[in-house]
């Protein structure tokens, strides 16, 4: 119970804006909001994992407008409490998220038009000078509505969610869900695929051959990949790479 209370309210933060830090640096981060989804959950290590497959999944996709083609807290904080509550692989968890991403895109633009009302409540109170009221209608009413359409969903998908996903996973055949298993085995592929297509370069090659043998060859998970990019990128800065880049374009 406990668990999944703090799991709708990490999702009501991360579902409205509730401070900026969380919209820049948390939420728009699979890989960190899944990790603390996993913390709340007692398995945070699930939970960086299952998120960092989801953003692999989503690395490459382009908001253009703001318009975003999933929702990040339903895809990156339900899917991955989900997936851990029902004892479910990383890649089968990315199949949740894409189609809790795409349910959570209409909670989104519910809560904006809901939102949308408020705005207009407040400012008929800027106009008559009554300013002390104004936090009621920017802030607070928003986060309640928030709170229905992220919060609830999330405690309802953790607390009812395990038992009936786990048994429903257990009465497909065999053959079903290894489908899915390689659905979410390719999806992260297809994120990768969108983001060299946004950025590729062929004076990167080298990196993309490294991180193929690392992971073919050596072995390496999510989270050991994740450092070695890191690691490649703070090459990249800290020797001048990226100015050899610009100078040769």
Not at 85 to 112: D, E, F, W, Y
Not at 150 to 171: C, D, H, N, R, T
Not at 192 to 200: D, E, N, P, Q, S
Request: proline share 2%.
């Amino acid at each position: 119970m406990m668990s999944a209370v703090l799991v709708a309210i990490w999702a009501t933060m991360n579902g409205g804006w509730f401070i900026e830090f969380f919209e820049w640096s948390i939420r728009a981060a699979p890989l960190v909001s899944g990790a603390i989804t996993g913390l709340l959950l007692g398995d945070w290590q699930a939970g960086a994992m299952i998120g960092a497959t989801v953003q692999l999944l989503y690395m490459g996709q382009v908001e253009v407008g703001g318009v975003s083609a999933y929702d990040k807290c339903y895809a990156g904080i339900i899917a991955t409490g989900v997936a851990i509550v029902s004892r479910q692989s990383p890649q089968v968890a990315v199949t949740i998220a894409v189609s809790l991403g795409a349910i959570g895109l209409v909670a989104r633009n519910a809560c904006m038009t809901i939102n949308v009302f408020f705005v207009h409540m407040g400012d008929k109170y800027a106009e008559k000078g009554e300013t002390q009221r104004i936090w009621i209608y920017n802030w607070l009413l928003p986060q309640l509505v928030t709170f229905v359409f992220y919060g609830i969903p999330a405690f309802l998908a953790v607390f009812f969610g395990a038992q009936y996903l786990e048994s429903f996973m257990k009465m497909m055949p065999a053959f079903v869900n290894r489908a899915l298993e390689a659905i979410g085995m390719i999806l992260p592929a297809l994120g990768i695929a969108l983001m060299f297509k946004t950025v590729y370069n062929t004076k990167f090659i080298s990196f993309a051959m490294i991180t193929y043998l690392a992971v073919a060859y050596m072995k390496f998970d999510i989270i050991a990949c994740s450092i070695l990019g890191g690691a490649f990128a703070l090459l990249y800065w800290n020797l001048n790479f990226y100015k050899l880049t610009n100078e040769e374009e």
